[in-house]
Every structure is written in C-alpha cells, then in structure tokens.
C-alpha cells in the first residue's frame, strides 16, 4: 500500500461560517444546483456527522457515474471536514481510496483560507498519474468556486404534445438562463419506436428559433445536443440499473 499526500491553500471571498455551512450542512441540496454534472446526493447511511455514506450520482462524458464518500469529522467550531472517497466505477484499478481533509480559517480580508489535504492510498506500490492528480485537483477547485459562486440556472419549457400511444413527446424550450441572447426559443419533438434488439430508437428534432437573422453558432449547436445526449444517457442508465421501473 502507497500512501501520496498533496496540500493546497486557496483563498475565497466568502466567510469561513457561510462557506462551511454551504459546504457540509446544506451541500446534499445545494451542491446538485451548482455543479451541473453532479445530479444528486444521496445517504446511505448516516445523519451527516462522522460515519456517514454518501453516494454522489454525476455525469461525465454523457454517462453516468457514482462515487461513494465515507464522512470521517465534522467540526463545525474549528470549519473541519474530513471525508475518505472509498468506491467510484471511475477509479483507476490501481487506486484503494483518497483521504480528503478540509480545513477553513478567516481571511485578512474577511474571507476564508481553504487547506485541503489529499491522501492517495494505492494498491502495493503503484503511484497516481499526473493525468489522474490533474483530474483530481480540477474536480475539487470546480466544487469550491461553484458553492463559492452560488450560480444557479434555471430552464422553462412548455409542453406541445403528449401522445402516449405513440410515444411522441413535444415542448418547447422558452426560457433559460443561460439561453443565447439571439435565440428566442427551441423546439425539442421527440418520438421513441422499437429498436430491432428490444429497445428502443429514439427520434429527435431540434429547432432553433432566432431573432432576427441570426444563426447559431456550431458551440451552440454542440452544446445543446451534449445537454440532450447527456439526459437520455442519464434516463437510461437509471432504467437499466433499476429493471423493476415501469
């Protein structure tokens, strides 16, 4: 067994008391808002304090993935929070778990410095990838300045048509916070037919509508049909782990 410790300190604007709270009391809500990837939090077991399990359902690559996290201290008087990442189908083979102790101090400027410490335990003598300490570090900086941030987005779309029988469903997207300035809406007509191996073919018409002359750009267009693809690969890994779904 390996053992790979990494510190770091980061600073942010946010207070110490606010920011753990955002992180360890109100995370299994907030954090699914903020980081889009991430789709739920669940407890397995547990109340929240040291002993609990969490699982923490996201997406990656339009699939689906899960990694479970073992809670080893709350401190809320010192801002502490240790947990221990014990299982995820993402980890390398050649990765037992990762040990992350969190601390948070008061800033000169009223804000918060963050300490994190990251233990790697590896399997005999195998060490972690630089590509695999890259990833890592990215993820966890992303968490902080999406709670720091409080960005949240929001999607409204009516509904056109429901046909049951036919599995046709219709709606439109009219409003979003992060929709293009030049778009005014987009229609979405979906229509599922069975697949020749018992599943399914899943039909999709997109359009766009502009204002103006507008045009959307090829980001856009690659954006929204990552959105879309992302879903129905979400949809479908959850039906396909839970058979009894009818």
Do not use: C, R, W
């Not at 300490?115 to 992303?142: C, F, R």
């Amino acid at each position: 067994m390996g053992v790979f410790t990494f510190s770091e300190e980061s600073i942010s604007a946010v207070a110490p008391a606010t920011l753990y709270k955002a992180l360890v009391f109100d995370g299994d809500n907030l954090i699914p808002k903020v980081v889009d990837a991430i789709q739920s939090v669940e407890i397995l077991e547990g109340t929240g304090a040291a002993g609990t399990t969490k699982k923490i359902n996201y997406l990656e690559d339009g699939h689906l993935h899960y990694a479970k996290h073992k809670v080893d201290a709350v401190d809320k008087d010192n801002f502490v929070y240790n947990y221990t990442l014990v299982e995820s189908d993402t980890f390398p083979e050649t990765l037992e778990k990762i040990a992350v102790e969190t601390k948070l101090a008061a800033a000169p400027n009223g804000g918060s410095v963050v300490k994190v410490t990251v233990n790697y335990v590896t399997k005999g003598d195998a060490k972690p990838s630089e590509e695999e300490l890259k990833i890592g570090k990215q993820k966890g900086d992303g968490l902080f300045k999406a709670v720091e941030g409080g960005k949240t987005h929001h999607v409204l779309h009516k509904v056109e048509a429901v046909d049951e029988a036919s599995f046709v469903y219709n709606y439109s997207i009219v409003e979003a916070s992060d929709l293009p300035e030049t778009v005014e809406k987009i229609s979405v007509e979906t229509k599922l037919v069975e697949g020749p191996n018992g599943g399914a073919v899943a039909k999709i018409s997109v359009k766009y509508f502009t204002k103006g002359d507008a045009q959307p750009s090829e980001e856009e267009l690659k954006t929204g049909k990552a959105k879309g693809d992302a879903l129905f690969k979400a949809i479908e890994a959850y039906l396909l782990a839970h058979p009894e779904y009818s």
